[in-house]
């Protein structure tokens, strides 16, 4: 008998190409390398500086995401970038994937998207894969069973021009998540317990893997919220075991194999799992039945707390300077949060489960006066989708903005921003100062959460316009 | 190539910004990041607690002091979480910065900081509060030892992975080391089915 292995060992186990020593890291094989116009130009002028090409064109995958305009173009076609250099950007990267062969889910694709919504909706993202992408929230394709997470500049350009990154390797926690979730809550709620439970640097160093029978039961959009976020509690990435859910979910998707074959890979991945005695460096556990939905209250993602609770009051220096940011004294009910914008989307919440949440709650009812809510699909089959089930109608219907796919107002780099002062209820990743635009002031929430917000106007506990069916 | 510069002893004064959790969006918000290079983003580092809307100055620090003499940043708990970046220690350095002291420092921020030879230079609480409580001073940073000397004359060893620092040492190039390695590549490509 081998020693019991994790899902992290198997996989890391099984890319390196050389082992770490006490001087070197490891040579780890990326599978899949996803490239966006932000991170990417630098490293691709390193490529051309040394005469390089990319050396594995069909393992690269490339979109247009965080400086794109979510308007339509105007009839001349003419895109209203937010600035001269932001249409550079874009069109650096087109240049760049032509002289390299990449592929390019450019404007006219109908796989567009934001880079972490679009590699599992094609299948480009598989269990058992590593998964990089110059980009903090790669974490997202951890969902799969992938080792998948965000890199600099110069490892992309390392990706682009070997294929391979020195890496070493981080420790292990794992993180049981036991009970079940009440009627109402979601993945982006454990989410943010986990990283409130964990604090913002509470994973450094670790791969975290989720497990438990509240990941299981989690649909593998909750799952992707969940890994999403793995990165704001400082982790390297974060895992869950890929099982029948993740099987049916990729099933037929462009990239993974077909028929037969499918079958086959499936039965692969679902070995995977951590085996029985497997050790982790680290192991924790939260009581997933005490989950509540939550927001955030300061400016860091792991400065939340469920809504019923209210704001909490300051318990050091860090605090006060947060709760001063946002307008807070400490101790107030949420209803205080008087909210200005709302915005749906981002790579954490821009998938179908998400934008089906949110329009359950706004059906029927109207966005309170004096908010904006901006509903930004995750990429453009999400935007088809959506249209096909008559989501965009809800939204519209009820006073909210449906916008074309991209990252928007999560990094507030293409134009769609917050102003300052203003209070916006986000699905997004980041509450940090300034994220939103400078000055703006975010409560991290999920979709349910921040369309309630949308309706009452002020942060509001989503179950008040659920029918829970009764436990 | 990074814009790297022999930094393997200097000494120099700091600056300190106390605050926790500086994250990369402080050090630069997501609106510079539409650049197509690495250069003068220096002008732009902390762009929202430097300077107004209108572009004039705030009272801050980093606008009052010589860059030049200035080569050591000394910031509160978890510097650099947030977003991947690395146009944050491109930043940095343009400013003028050598090395970041903190008690700690965010793992992609750490490693992007590494690769451009801004160092990365993690403290106990100890020594971060007789730096934070004398901020006048200059201190000493000697990689080839990785020992930082404070004015009282403390020193402290502090930790570089080892790769890192031999790079940053040997002036050893982390793509070419990769890139002498692509026959190892190719044998694991081919033993695991993953040719192209």
Same mark, same amino acid.
């Given at each position: 008998m081998s020693k019991p292995k994790s899902l992290f060992e198997k996989v890391w186990e099984r890319h390196i190409v050389e082992e770490e020593g006490a001087d070197k890291p490891a040579v780890l094989y990326i599978d899949l390398h996803l490239v966006h116009e932000v991170t990417s130009p630098q490293a691709f002028s390193e490529l051309e500086a040394r005469g390089l090409k990319v050396r594995r064109p069909d393992r690269t995958f490339a979109t247009l995401d965080h400086s794109i305009p979510t308007l339509a173009p105007d009839a001349q076609g003419n895109r209203p970038y937010v600035t001269a250099q932001a249409k550079t950007q874009v069109e650096t990267l087109e240049a760049n994937a032509a002289n390299h062969g990449l592929r390019l889910f450019g404007y006219d694709a109908e796989n567009r998207g934001v880079v972490h919504v679009i590699g599992p909706e094609m299948g480009l993202t598989q269990p058992g894969f590593t998964v990089v992408c110059g980009d903090s929230h790669t974490s997202t394709h951890g969902a799969f069973g992938c080792i998948a997470f965000g890199i600099g500049t110069s490892e992309v350009g390392h990706v682009l021009a070997t294929q391979c990154l020195a890496q070493r390797?981080?420790?292990?926690?794992?993180?049981?998540?036991?009970?079940?979730?009440?009627?109402?809550?979601?993945?982006?709620?454990?989410?943010?317990?986990?990283?409130?439970?964990?604090?913002?640097?509470?994973?450094?160093?670790?791969?975290?893997?989720?497990?438990?029978?509240?990941?299981?039961?989690?649909?593998?959009?909750?799952?992707?919220?969940?890994?999403?976020?793995?990165?704001?509690?400082?982790?390297?990435?974060?895992?869950?075991?890929?099982?029948?859910?993740?099987?049916?979910?990729?099933?037929?998707?462009?990239?993974?194999?077909?028929?037969?074959?499918?079958d086959e890979a499936a039965a692969q991945w679902l070995e995977l799992k951590s085996d029985a005695g497997a050790t982790f460096d680290t192991e924790i556990t939260i009581d997933g039945s005490a989950i509540e939905p939550m927001a955030t209250w300061g400016t860091s993602p792991d400065q939340g707390a469920p809504i019923v609770r209210g704001v909490p009051v300051a318990a050091n220096e860090d605090e006060e300077r947060a709760l001063k940011y946002m307008g807070f004294t400490g101790g107030e009910a949420r209803e205080v949060e008087k909210v200005d914008v709302v915005f749906i989307g981002s790579c954490t919440n821009g998938r179908m489960a998400d934008l089906r949440a949110a329009a359950a709650i706004m059906k029927g009812r109207k966005v309170a006066p004096g908010v904006r809510a901006l509903i930004v699909p995750g990429s453009e089959w999400v935007r088809v989708e959506a249209e096909k089930e008559g989501l965009h109608e809800v939204f519209l219907e009820a006073g909210a903005e449906w916008r074309l796919p991209g990252c928007s107002m999560c990094i507030a780099m293409n134009g769609d921003f917050v102003l300052p002062g203003q209070l916006a209820v986000s699905t997004s990743n980041r509450n940090f100062e300034g994220r939103q635009g400078p000055g703006s002031r975010t409560v991290l929430a999920s979709p349910a959460t921040a369309a309630a917000s949308a309706i009452a106007g002020h942060v509001a506990d989503p179950r008040q316009f659920m029918q829970l069916e009764s436990a | 190539m990074s814009n790297q510069e022999p930094n393997h002893s200097f000494s120099s004064r700091i600056v300190v910004l106390p605050e926790a959790n500086i994250d990369t969006d402080q050090i630069i918000p997501a609106r @510079?990041?539409?650049?197509?290079? =690495?250069? #003068? /983003?220096?002008? !732009?580092?902390?762009?929202?607690?430097?300077?107004?809307?209108?572009?004039?100055?705030?009272?801050?620090?980093?606008?009052?002091?010589?860059?030049?003499?200035?080569?050591?940043?000394?910031?509160?708990?978890?510097?650099?979480?947030?977003?991947?970046?690395?146009?944050?220690?491109?930043?940095?350095?343009?400013?003028?910065?050598?090395?970041?002291?903190?008690?700690?420092?965010?793992?992609? @921020?750490?490693?992007?900081?590494? =690769?451009? #030879? /801004?160092?990365? !230079?993690?403290?106990?609480?100890?020594?971060?509060?007789?730096?934070?409580?004398?901020?006048?001073?200059?201190?000493?940073?000697?990689?080839?030892?990785?020992?930082?000397?404070?004015?009282?004359?403390?020193?402290?060893?502090?930790?570089?992975?080892a790769f890192a620092r031999q790079c940053l040492l040997e002036g050893v190039d982390a793509m070419g080391w990769l890139l002498k390695r692509l026959p190892e590549i190719e044998a694991y490509e081919q033993a695991n089915n993953k040719a192209a």
């Open positions: 390797k981080p420790k292990t926690m794992r993180i049981n998540i036991t009970g079940a979730l009440q009627p109402g809550v979601t993945g982006k709620d454990v989410a943010l317990t986990v990283i409130n439970t964990l604090g913002f640097s509470g994973g450094t160093g670790y791969a975290l893997e989720y497990a438990g029978p509240v990941i299981e039961a989690l649909d593998m959009e909750g799952r992707m919220t969940v890994c999403n976020l793995s990165i704001e509690a400082g982790a390297r990435c974060g895992m869950i075991a890929p099982d029948q859910k993740t099987v049916e979910w990729l099933r037929g998707r462009q990239y993974v194999p077909q028929g037969a074959a499918y | @510079f990041l539409t650049t197509t290079t =690495k250069a #003068g /983003l220096g002008k !732009v580092a902390f762009n929202d607690w430097r300077y107004n809307a209108d572009g004039s100055n705030k009272p801050h620090i980093l606008n009052e002091i010589d860059a030049s003499e200035h080569r050591v940043l000394v910031a509160g708990n978890n510097l650099g979480c947030g977003s991947s970046r690395e146009h944050a220690p491109w930043a940095l350095m343009d400013y003028g910065f050598k090395a970041v002291i903190s008690t700690e420092i965010a793992d992609i @921020f750490k490693s992007n900081s590494l =690769k451009n #030879g /801004l160092l990365p !230079v993690v403290v106990s609480p100890d020594i971060h509060d007789k730096l934070t409580q004398n901020p006048q001073q200059r201190v000493t940073i000697d990689l080839e030892s990785c020992t930082l000397t404070l004015e009282d004359g403390t020193a402290v060893t502090f930790q570089v992975e």
